[in-house]
C-alpha cells in the first residue's frame, strides 16, 4: 500500500533511523531506507513517486548527507528533467554529534535539491527554547528552523539520543503529514 | 483593499521595483516597498499581516539583501516571536549584475528567514534552459531552483533587464499566487 | 597607531561587543564599533584599511547580521570595485540565543563578504567537544568550524555569556594574529 | 614526486577533468583523480598528505558535488579527528550546465569542508565581467568570488567548454599557487 508521506533515509549507524522510526509510527508515513550502497528498489522507488510528501533524514558527515544518501539524490536526475516530482511537499531532519556541526550545511542542500525537484519546503515552524530555564530535553532546544535538528554525542548509542530532539521531529513530521492532507 | 499576494520589496535604482511591477500586474499582488531608511507605515505592515503569501523582492548588493531590506527583516522580530507569520506562502527573486554574484547567498537568506517565520517556501519550478541553443531571452537560462533570478548589466537602465529573466519572475508569481487561490 | 588586526563589530546589547573585547585583550587587535545607524568614521576606516587582517563580529538577527552590519558591508562596495582589501586575511564570529539559530547562515555570509573582497579566509581549526562528557563551558562545544560561535541565552546579560565559548573566540583570534604575524 | 599543490578531482564526463588537466599545465600542481566508485589509491592519498594545498575540483550534481566526491570526502573523517590536514590551503572549482544551477551551494560545501580539516580559504580574487559590454569569454564573466565557476551547455563536448571559464580556473589556480611558494 502505497503511503501520501514517505521518510527517505540513511543512517550509518541506526540513529537517524531510529527517530524517523519514532516520526513515522505517529504519523501513516512510510520509512524508505537507502541500503549500505545508496541504492533503493524498485518498490522503495514507487513509494516516493506515490507520496505527495517527501521527507529528507540522514546524518550530517563531514558538513553534508553522507555519499550513499548524495547517490540517491544524484539518481534522480532523470526525475528532475521529467519534473516527475513536480509541486512535492518537502521537509527534511539532520542529526549529528556537535550542537552545529555543520548541520545547517545539510539543510541548506535538503531545500535546494527540494527546490530543483519543484517541490515546496516546509518549515519547522517551532520557536527555539532559548531562555537561561532552557533544558536539553525541551522541544527544539537546538534552535533550527527550516527543519528539524537531532545532537547525538560521538558516544552515544541509539538509546541515547536525546528526548526532546526525537520530539522536535515527531512533531515536525506531523505538521508536514498534517498539511497534505490539508491539500489533499 | 487587502491582497492575498503581497511583493515586499527594496530597490536601490529602480531595477528590482520595475521587475516587481511587471509580476505584480498579471495578479492581484500588492507591492510593499521599502523606503530608502529601511522603514514600512502601518498600512503596509497590514498588507503583510493580512496576506496569505508573501514575495520577498530586492537586489543583491555585497552578497545579500541591501541593509534597507535587512532592517525591515529585523524589525519582525517581534511578529517571529508571536508567531504572527505563521503558514505564510513564501517565494522570493533577486537582481544583479553577474550571472551569478553571489546571489544564491541572498537566496539562502530568504529561505531561512521564512523557514524562522514558519512558513512554506515555494520553489521556481521551471528547468533551466541550459544547452548549446538556450539564448539571454529563455525562461529560466540562468538556472535558479529555489526562487528567481535576474541579471541585469551593472551600467542597464531598468529599460534594458533582460526580457526573460523578468519573464522568469513573472511566470514564478503566478506560480505563487495559484498555490495561494488553491490553498484558500 | 595602526594595528594588523582590526575586529570591526556591531553589537545591539553589548555582548557582542564584551566577547570582542576579551578577544581583542590578549592580542594587538583595535576594535572599530559600527554605530547604531551603520556608520564609521574616517579614523576607523583608516583602521581597517591599514589593517592586514579584519575579524568580522556581530549577532545573529533574524538570519543575519542586523542591518547596521550589513550597511557597514555595503558601503565598502567602492573599495571591492577597487580590489582595495586585496588578499587580506578575514574571520568571523557570532553570537545568538539559539544553538543553531541559524547562525551558520551568518558565518556563510561573512565567508562570502571576505570572499568578494578578494581575502582569505582562515577557519576556527579546533576540534568539538561533542562526546557524552563534554560540558558547556568546554572550548567549542557548539561545534562550529568555519568561524567561533557564541550561544548567550536570550535573558542572560552580558556577565552571563558561557566562558567557554568566549574561550573559543579567544583562541580563534589568537589564530588569525599568530598567522598575519607569520605571513607579514 | 610529491608536490605542493594538488588538484583532487571527480569528473562524470570528462569536462571537470579536462579544465583540472588545463590548470595544472600551468602549475606544479598534481592531479588527483577519483575513480568512478569513489575512492583513492594509497599513493594518491599520499600526494594530498603531502600538500600544502588542496584544490577541490567536481562537477555540481543536484545541488552538490557528485556522490563519489562525498565518498572521498567522507573517507576523510578520521583525517579529521587528527587534525591531520590543519592549515592546508584550499580552493575550489565546479562546472554545471547552467549560469548557475546550484553551483554555489556546491562552493558552500567546499568552503565547510576545508573549515572542518583546518584550513585557509582563497578566494577567487577577480572581479566579475558584468557590464553590457562583457563577452562570453571574458575572464569570471559568471561572476564567482568564493572560487572559480565554469558553466558548459548541457550537450557541449569537452572540446566546448568556454575558454573564459577554464581561463578563470587558471588563473585562480595560479593565485593559490603563489600563495603557497609564499607561505613556504
Partial sequence: MMSKLAIVVFSGYGHTLKIAEAAAADTDAVLVEIDANG????????????????????????GNVPWQFKKFADATSGLWAERAWQDKIFGGFTNSSSFNGDKQITMIWMQTFAAQHGGLWVSLGVLPANTKAAERDDVNVLGGSAGAMVQTPADASVDEIPRGDIETVKIYVARISELINKLS
Same sequence: chains 1, 2, 3, 4.
Fill in 39 to 62: 541504492d533503493l528498489d524498485n518498490d522503495q522507488w514507487q513509494q516516493l513517486h506515490s507520496a505527495k510528501g517527501i521527507i529528507l533524514a540522514a546524518p550530517t558527515y563531514m
